[in-house]
């Protein structure tokens, strides 16, 4: 089912109308209510009279992650602080997370977006979904909850944390939806066939992302659960999921340009490549009153394809993730960035900056293991002073990451050192193919 026709399947030369005008008055407002966007555009030559179509995008300068770091917590809201009724974060590079301030409307226009990507996945009103989403300060639940809830369906809102009872709920319920990461899903799948219980769901439809995934993963998903899953994607600077999703074609994931207007770039240059060609993803948000954020740099390589779909929609469709221009990883659908786990060692006595991230996937499952060269005298002291160091360590990178590693701690000069950039991460997941 097509959510809003009128917007979903708009020529593309009446969709360039509507978001020339909307980009000017969204630049306009920008300019004279953030004073940081105003000295942006001030160095870089640009008034808001400049920007009047989509193509004029390209005069305005971008934005980055370390602005939302810099300007945090409320440097770039464009509305007064009273009218901001939510308030989501997501991990930064370091200590502190990027926070993302949402005003009524902001939580309805997300909602509508997340409504036409379970519609797109055949949901509809009569479905009962469960969301398997963290609700906070994850986008994912709540982002899910009220894109359901808008839809009119039942929601059921599990969070994360207990796969006993989503199983219960799933099966007493008659849950018929699922709204979690795909390898959670995997792992729920698992489950289910461990106990035998694959034959008591009547779970049709999922709807996954927050995390790279690949068709392999898709297929086992449907055919394990005898289910359709539909990707979904989004991030917190943007609103959360729903900034785009596929629909039944799986020819990629329609962007809903009504409210984004995305655009590839090439990271080095930061010139806007070809329809089609491979690049970052960077996108202006049209209609966002809270927040907005203008050619945001989204770190992901990706490209675009804008012939008219088989669906019918005509929306630009995000093609396949093929990983990021910066070294975020996303492990358990957490956004992981290894200066984190640096900035956490800083923090623990002992350690010293040497370590290095492996992150698998082991029965669906993704592993992350962290191994730290110490100071020598720890390999001499008792073994319970290494262990309370170990533990501290844990401790510190749970704290800061969000996430859980497995460390282990190694005698200075274990891990291979490099002359020039040394490495940090291997990542032997196989997702991008
Ligand atoms: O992951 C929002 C979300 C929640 C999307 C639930 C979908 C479902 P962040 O935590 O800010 O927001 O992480 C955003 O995760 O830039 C991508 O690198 C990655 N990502 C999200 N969805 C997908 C997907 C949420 N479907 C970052 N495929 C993004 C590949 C994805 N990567």
Not at 4 to 9: R, T
Not at 112 to 124: D, F, K, L, S
Not at 377 to 401: G, M, N
């Amino acid at each position: 089912m097509i959510w809003n026709e009128a917007k979903e399947c708009m020529s593309r030369d009446e969709l360039a109308v509507l978001q020339g005008a909307r980009l000017h008055k969204q630049v306009d407002r920008i300019y004279h209510n953030v004073e940081f966007y105003r000295k942006k555009m001030q160095a870089a030559g640009v008034e808001p009279g400049d920007i009047q179509t989509v193509e004029d995008v390209t005069k305005l300068p971008f934005t980055t992650y370390a602005d939302l770091r810099d300007n945090y917590p409320y440097g770039l809201l464009a509305v007064p602080r009273s009218e901001i009724v939510r308030v989501h974060a997501s991990s930064g590079t370091t200590g502190k997370p990027k926070v993302l301030c949402y005003t009524r409307r902001d939580v309805e226009i997300w909602s509508e977006c997340v409504t036409r990507a379970m519609a797109m996945a055949g949901i509809t009103r009569d479905d009962i979904i469960q969301v398997g989403y963290g609700y906070g300060l994850f986008t994912g639940g709540l982002g899910a909850h009220y894109g359901a809830e808008n839809l009119g369906a039942m929601v059921i809102p599990m969070s994360t944390g207990n796969t006993k009872k989503l199983i219960d709920m799933m099966i007493d319920c008659e849950v018929t939806a699922i709204a979690c990461t795909p390898s959670y899903l995997l792992h729920v799948a698992e489950a289910l066939e461990e106990q035998n219980l694959v034959g008591k769901i009547k779970l049709k439809y999922a709807v996954c992302g927050a995390e790279p995934w690949t068709d392999a993963m898709r297929d086992q998903i449907e055919k394990r659960l005898g289910i359709k899953a539909y990707d979904i994607y989004g991030l917190t600077e943007i609103l959360g999921p729903g900034v785009a999703c596929d629909c039944s074609a799986h020819k990629g994931l329609h962007i809903y340009e009504d409210h984004f207007l995305p655009e590839i770039i090439d990271p080095d240059s930061l010139e806007q490549k070809e329809h089609g060609e491979l690049g970052e993803l960077c996108i202006t948000t049209l209609t966002k009153e809270g927040m907005p954020l203008l050619r945001y740099r989204t770190r992901d390589l990706t490209s675009l394809e804008y012939d008219k779909c088989e669906c019918g929609r005509t929306m630009a469709r995000i093609q396949r993730f093929r990983g990021r221009s910066d070294d975020m990883l996303v492990i358990r659908g957490v956004n992981v960035f290894p200066s984190q786990v640096e900035h956490a060692l800083l923090t623990v006595a002992g350690t010293t900056p040497n370590y290095f991230i492996t992150v698998d996937r082991v029965n669906n499952n993704d592993t992350f293991d962290v191994a730290i060269e110490v100071e020598e005298r720890f390999f001499s002291d008792e073994v319970k002073k290494l262990e309370k160091l170990r533990a501290e360590v844990e401790d510190a990178i749970h704290q800061t990451v969000g996430i859980k590693a497995k460390v282990k701690l190694v005698e200075p000069n274990a891990l291979p050192h490099s002359e020039g950039k040394t490495k940090h991460v291997e990542d032997r997941r196989k997702l991008t193919e």
